[in-house]
């Protein structure tokens, strides 16, 4: 049995925008035609390879498995052209890395910087998202790599041990903006990261309010405007004439982790970027 490249592309295309309007857009056909094509191939594969519901597309563990088979060939591909016509095995690679904000602005887009900017015209995606979005990233094949804080647990993943983000206490150094009950800013109320530091010094019973930020970085911009103290990664501020640094006994920190997809095909490029992650991030910590 051949399998039709149309209907692979297709199917292919809506498992990564999990989305059949989408999807046809990116192929310039009807999402009528991209219907067709999709349950064409799963009658001819005699099995479902989406699961289609009011809350979206997902993958079947058989859509898994050939999503990753046409990601594979695509990568082959791309590196087999490149080779025929003499150009780089990276040459007009894309890299696609997912983090969370205090380490995507700071760390992981610095440590690529080299890699970026090298003769091979490679162009990047970076997306910024919550911790606990990161893994389906990886999953759905929206990214090649993704830093978190835990290894993942997923079968056919590889986690990588990239280095420790120390998180320090900051606030205004005007006493007009002290309080009794001092107030903390957040990302948002499922973050932890307050409650995890002071519970770390052995100050778990310590009272305080709590104000909600969205933006990482503005949770130093409030400390700066005297809106209330926070709890951040230290490669992300630097003492100056408005923030001070507080200091505690304990040294808290959280390890970065690397993960990939080990059972997918690892093309040259992608090596490079776990090269430079690696070799790079760590300066930035």
Known sequence: MKLNTDRLNAFYQVGI???FGKAADVLCITQSALSQRVLKLEQELGTNLLIRSTDGIALTESGKYLFDYVKDLEIREKEA???????????????????????????????????????????????????????SLLISGEVDF??????????????VFVGNETMVHIRNRSPKFRTL???????????MTTYDFFEQQGMGDLEFDR??????????????????????????????????????????QSPIILSYIKNRYISNLQREVITHLLEN?????
């Open 17 to 19: 925008e999990k989305n």
């Open 181 to 191: 009950t001092p107030c903390f800013l957040d990302h948002d109320v499922h973050d």
């Open 211 to 252: 104000s909600f930020y969205d933006d990482v970085y503005g949770l130093i911009d409030g400390v700066r405007m005297g809106f209330g103290e926070a709890i951040v990664s230290k490669h992300m501020v630097k003492e100056d004439d408005e923030i001070e640094i507080v200091q505690h006994e304990q040294t808290v």
């Open 146 to 159: 993704i830093l978190t804080y835990e290894k993942t647990r997923e079968p056919g993943e590889e986690s």
């Open 281 to 285: 991030m760590p300066k930035y910590l």
């Open 81 to 135: 052209l490149n080779h025929v016509t003499g150009q780089s095995a990276m040459a007009n690679g894309i890299i696609r890395v997912g983090a969370f904000s205090s380490v995507m602005r700071s760390v992981v887009m610095p440590a690529l910087i080299p890699l970026i900017n090298s003769a091979h015209q490679l162009k990047a995606e970076f997306l910024s998202r919550e911790l606990r979005e990161l893994p």
